[in-house]
């Protein structure tokens, strides 16, 4: 019975998530080719990353090296904060870099 109740409590999340998640991947590829500008111009730009994040060390910046989950990921660590929080910020970050 507690099988039956987890699964069909995992399926309502999914479904309930679903059209989010859909959404949500309209705006990651939106972004993914703002965010490629940003990785390609990663060395040039770790400057104005630490200039946001002061708390982002230069080891953490070349170990990151242009990923932004990698760059989302620590800014949750170091500031702790949710990840949803976290992508918050480096996406407001990444649309005052990139301009339109």
Known sequence: ???TLA???SLAFLLTTMPMALAEGTVATETS???N???G???ELKGKVKEQWGKLTDDD???IQGQREQLVGRIQALY???VEEANKEVTDWEN???AP
Do not use: T
């Open 1 to 3: 019975m507690r099988k």
């Open 7 to 9: 699964v069909a409590g």
């Open 33 to 35: 080719s703002a965010w």
């Open 37 to 39: 500008k940003i990785e």
């Open 41 to 43: 111009n990663w060395i």
């Open 61 to 63: 910046l070349a170990q």
């Open 80 to 82: 702790g904060i949710s």
């Open 96 to 98: 005052k870099v990139v």
